[in-house]
């Protein structure tokens, strides 16, 4: 564009302003735009051991069932007298002085079943652990209140059940310009084109076709929108902090996406647990930290909540490969900068009485923390979500 050409075009969009109606118009738009509360949902798939990532250390049940596997008192990142957190979450302990990262422990749910995919599936869908759902707790959150299939994205090739809903599901994409190109090859386009014809809803075909045609109708939208920005922070260069940057980039950019899902895996830490939790726990809380310091910078940490779960934790006891197996309640990282509540939210396990089996006994469900989120957070029915109600706790 020559300069005489830019400079009409650009004293044409400024005298829209004198122009009453375009006035209104523009206050609509910056009324629902600014502000926009965003989710942002990290997985820490596998099991995390939540004994071993807020550590009771002044508690000598816990060195007692963890011979060789526990964090010792002078390695522990101390938050009080009693309770101090993996060496490795130091970027953690900076966001919690900072009254930015609220702890709940305790979190599981009745009936607790100690398969992955079981109990991811439990989490997912925010069902009873005797029912079972293909929707999930966010696939419903799109079909009742959702425009459009990008108003959630998940960081990844596939998507988690947790955003496949009944009439609407999320998106799913590590890159918006790969998702853009691959959307404009001729095979989408001629579905496109024939996507009302019968035979596309036979034989279980529909779904498919459904997800490739959202897929399509949001890919130009999702990529024209994310690349207006771009990242200056210094990602860890793993998986996981390319997702988080790229969740950044979205996030920065304006785009209109309410929910992110991100997820980091490797947590199933039967055999040799000591350096591969310590290596995978860095992972993460060195990447949050930078992702919340990009959200900052672009002013977009207000209005941004992050919840970290997993799907389980692990036995009390370490096990004979200096390990330990599929246990039941954990603790949830909730980051943000209007929380109520920061620092410990509960008390910590009562390693002195367990469930039969051993286990760490479950205080809270992990669906009145979907619930707060969806009513305080969201701003939505969070009862009509979640098909029941559910009590609301107060770190939001």
Do not use: C
């Not at 101390?78 to 309770?83: I, M, S």
């Not at 950019?253 to 040799?272: C, M, P, Q």
């Not at 990282?333 to 910590?348: Q, R, S």
Request: hydrophobic letters at 35%; proline letters at 3%.
């Amino acid at each position: 564009m020559d300069r005489r050409k830019f400079l009409k075009q650009s004293s044409l969009a400024s005298s829209l302003f004198f122009v009453p109606s375009f006035v209104k118009a523009f206050e609509q738009v910056a009324s629902n735009t600014l502000g926009y509360k965003r989710l942002v949902i990290i997985q820490l798939s596998g099991g995390n051991d939540g004994l071993n990532t807020v550590i009771p250390f002044h508690n000598d049940l816990y060195y007692r069932a963890r011979p060789s596997l526990s964090v010792s008192k002078n390695e522990t990142i101390k938050l009080t007298d009693e309770v101090g957190l993996h060496p490795s979450l130091m970027p953690l302990k900076r966001l919690y002085e900072n009254g930015n990262l609220s702890i709940i422990n305790n979190v599981g749910y009745p009936n607790p079943v100690r398969s992955h995919f079981r109990s991811m599936d439990i989490w997912q869908t925010a069902t009873d652990s005797d029912k079972f759902s293909q929707i999930g707790w966010l696939g419903r959150y799109l079909d009742n209140y959702a425009k459009h299939p990008y108003a959630a994205i998940e960081i990844d090739d596939s998507l988690s059940l947790a955003l496949k809903g009944n009439n609407m599901n999320g998106i799913a994409t590590q890159n918006p310009s790969v998702l853009y190109n691959m959307s404009k090859d001729p095979y989408f386009n001629n579905i496109i084109k024939h996507q009302n014809e019968a035979h596309l809803n036979e034989h279980n075909l529909g779904y498919l076709y459904k997800s490739m045609i959202e897929a399509h109708s949001s890919a130009k939208y999702i990529y024209e929108t994310s690349k207006t920005v771009s990242s200056t922070q210094d990602y860890p260069d793993t998986k996981f902090g390319k997702q988080l940057k790229t969740t950044a980039q979205f996030i920065n950019s304006g785009i209109d996406t309410k929910v992110f899902y991100a997820s980091l895996g490797g947590f199933d830490t039967h055999v040799n647990q000591l350096n591969t939790q310590k290596r995978l726990l860095k992972i993460y809380a060195e990447s949050v930290e930078v992702f919340v310091d990009d959200l900052k910078k672009n002013q977009a940490f207000d209005d941004t909540l992050i919840l970290t779960f997993s799907e389980f934790g692990r036995r009390v006891k370490q096990n004979a490969n200096v390990g330990t197996d599929h246990g039941t309640s954990n603790n949830v990282f909730v980051i943000g900068n209007k929380l109520k509540n920061p620092g410990l939210f509960n008390k910590m396990p009562n390693l002195s009485d367990l469930d039969d089996n051993g286990d760490l006994r479950f205080e809270i469900d992990f669906r009145t923390i979907y619930a707060t989120v969806l009513d305080k957070w969201l701003e939505v029915n969070d009862a009509k979500v979640l098909n029941k109600s559910f009590s609301k706790l107060n770190f939001i």
